[in-house]
């Protein structure tokens, strides 16, 4: 071959090369962008993993939602030291849950693997999987993540490459896309808990636990379950099984747990046993009939902390001079809570008195007749260096970290906005407009706005009546 018909050759190879590298890099980002986002409780916990530095985590919890919301990794650290992570998902299959471990040890090396067991006695129907999007979606392609599910779909190849390959699923999602497509961050600062504050409409029945039913694990699930086993041998790892409290599951469930975890000689930990001695209360500590809220997570996570720490040789992070990414962690679950507490306060003063400046913008509007709070808004207005008698007769100012930065709107005409990120807030004499949704929420009172502008989001935003600042108006929020 002549030495120009090389290089043209070369050149072309190399030109070809390139093209399929940025090919392959847009494919994998598009499908990163279109694939289902599942929210929180679905797939953040999963993402999340992925950003935990390389062999950090020293108790991984795997399992279903009830693992999630039982395990508070935040608890386990700020009581005990214990750095840990629930890299779990929603519904997940027995099988899943195999995947999940073999994943993790891809990238930690944890002392200890505990897996929640709701899914145990159940075997995984390739026919109503739905459910494993919430699991399978962020996971990265792998060849073991091919295997299993190829295994899972028992060779169905159509079911196979539709949930290997996500945008197969969500190819036409693009017309849905919003912002936060674009913009969300991977990292999960509940370390994958989901412990929200939301008490159960009425209280857990559980009289049906104790009609015994017979029950059996599936020969299946025993077989993975003794894989589990040879990767924590593998790996250097121990395994703890757990069953959170649900309505649903039957003590002849929990027997056959039991007698299994006995014949395999792993530890189980049974939550229905303890309820009474943890003081897990049917009425306060569930937000459903399946899941424990913050209150009930917060009793079972501190018997878990006790249990790890009495029976393996964790090491105490809170000790450690450098700060970790669980301090950083419960640093964010601080801020959120105090925006979560704004959003639960109904009277004025108390309002008044939570209201966070610091990384934050707040906007007040006045309508209508403000008589029964002259004396409120007088001082409103000194504090921020405005004309009283004007906010009297109506107006808008917003302040951020403490600092009027608006100036007072009047009544007479004109608007005035700012923008954070990819959201718009504007000011008019008579309301609050936030990305096109307008709030003036009541006739004749005050409209607080609050938007944090460290984490870019939208707060809170009340409305209390000049009649009666006792209580306050908020819109329905979807």
């Not at 936030?434 to 809170?460: H, M, P």
Request: aromatic share 12%.
């Amino acid at each position: 071959m002549e030495t120009g018909s090389v290089k043209t050759w070369g050149k072309a190879l190399v030109k070809t090369a390139v093209f399929l590298t940025v090919l392959s890099i847009l494919f994998v980002k598009a499908q990163e962008i279109l694939k289902l986002n599942m929210g929180h409780r679905g797939t953040d916990n999963v993402k999340g993993f992925y950003e935990e530095k390389e062999n950090s985590i020293e108790v991984l919890f795997i399992g279903p939602s009830t693992m999630f919301c039982t395990a508070d990794p935040l608890v386990l650290y700020e009581e005990y030291g214990i750095a840990s992570y629930d890299f779990c998902s929603s519904s997940q299959a027995w099988d899943l849950s195999c995947l999940f471990m073999e994943e993790a040890f891809r990238y930690q090396k944890p002392k200890v693997v505990v897996l929640e067991t709701t899914l145990l006695t159940k075997e995984l129907d390739p026919d109503k999987a739905e459910n494993l999007n919430y699991g399978i979606t962020d996971m990265p392609f792998s060849l073991t993540k091919a295997k299993s599910l190829y295994e899972m779909f028992r060779g169905d190849k159509g079911s196979f490459l539709s949930y290997l390959i996500p945008m197969a699923q969500y190819k036409d999602r693009w017309q849905e896309l919003t912002r936060e497509d674009f913009t969300d961050s991977s990292v999960n600062y509940s370390k994958g808990a989901y412990t929200p504050a939301k008490i159960a409409d009425s209280p857990l029945d559980f009289s049906s636990y104790y009609e015994e039913q017979e029950a059996v694990v599936p020969d299946h699930n025993i077989d993975i379950l003794d894989r589990m086993q040879e990767l924590c041998r593998e790996n250097g790892a121990e395994l703890l099984l757990i069953k959170a409290p649900n309505v649903g599951w039957n003590i002849g469930e929990t027997k056959a747990v039991a007698r299994l975890a006995q014949e395999e000689g792993i530890p189980f930990i049974d939550f229905f046993a303890l309820m009474d001695e943890l003081g897990i209360d049917a009425a306060s500590d569930f937000r459903d009939n399946t899941h424990l809220n913050r209150f009930g997570s917060a009793k079972a996570s501190d018997y878990l902390g006790s249990y790890l720490c009495t029976h393996y040789a964790l090491t105490d992070y809170r000790t450690l001079d450098s700060e970790n990414s669980w301090d950083i962690a419960l640093q964010h679950r601080n801020h959120d809570r105090k925006n979560e507490r704004l959003g639960t306060i109904a009277g004025l003063p108390d309002y008044m008195s939570c209201l966070p400046y610091e990384n934050h913008t707040v906007a007040f509007s006045v309508t209508g007749d403000v008589s029964g709070m002259e004396e409120f808004l007088r001082g409103l207005a000194q504090a921020f260096g405005l004309d009283g008698e004007q906010l009297l007769s109506g107006g808008s100012f917003a302040v951020r970290d403490g600092e009027c930065i608006s100036g007072l709107v009047g009544t007479a005409g004109g608007a005035w906005q700012w923008e954070e990120g990819f959201d718009t807030i504007e000011l008019t004499g008579y309301s609050i407009t936030y990305n096109r949704e307008i709030y003036q929420l009541v006739d004749n009172g005050l409209t607080i706005f609050v938007y944090d502008n460290a984490w870019g989001k939208f707060v809170d935003v009340a409305g209390f009546d000049a009649g009666d600042p006792a209580h306050c108006v908020r819109p329905k929020m979807e």
